[in-house]
């Protein structure tokens, strides 16, 4: 049987998804920021900045839900063939990369529920420094990898991702 020749559309569903929250969590952290400063100062939090706090641990619980559901899929599912035209030790640095994004996908959210959740300070810590450090770098190298598979490599890497 050949190999398939695009992600499935729930496959690509989920990726972009994600790929929106996750942005938008990185991008927005203001509510909780803000949540955060007022508890650490002993002031109370005013409804809309529970309310704004709520919407980016919303967002980050559904990144990890999502993400449980997305590697449900994705063991469950065929994947195309990883393409040919590049040398092989690209395909190591994919996959430790793609490795790499899936644990700070996970570590992310959940250090982000003990912070908010449970109070842990330390993981609050992890949560807005390191981890989302870590993070912005692995995106960034995710796109730019994506990014030379198209134009440099002229693979169907970013097609098989996007349109099928």
């Known amino acids: 049987m050949p190999a398939r020749s695009a992600y499935s559309i729930?496959?690509?569903?989920?990726?972009?998804?994600?790929?929106?929250?996750?942005?938008?969590?990185?991008?927005?952290?203001?509510?909780?920021?803000?949540?955060?400063?007022?508890?650490?100062?002993?002031?109370?939090?005013?409804?809309?900045?529970?309310?704004?706090?709520n919407i980016h641990a919303y967002v980050g619980i559904a990144v990890l839900l999502l993400a449980i559901i997305r590697l449900a899929v994705r063991f469950s599912s065929d994947t195309p063939e990883r393409p040919n035209c590049q040398p092989a030790f690209l395909h190591h640095i994919a996959r430790v990369t793609h490795v790499l994004l899936y644990a700070l996908i996970f570590a992310m959210p959940l250090s982000g529920i003990a912070t908010y959740y449970l109070g842990i300070d330390a993981a609050g810590f992890a949560h807005g420094g390191p981890i989302k450090m870590l993070l912005w770098i692995v995106v960034v190298l995710h796109i730019f990898g994506a990014l030379v598979q198209h134009f440099y490599f002229r693979s169907d890497v970013l097609r098989r991702m996007t349109i099928g």
């Open 10 to 53: 729930p496959q690509r569903l989920l990726h972009w998804l994600m790929a929106l929250l996750i942005f938008f969590n990185l991008l927005f952290p203001d509510g909780m920021n803000a949540w955060k400063h007022l508890i650490r100062n002993g002031q109370t939090p005013s409804p809309a900045d529970i309310a704004s706090a």
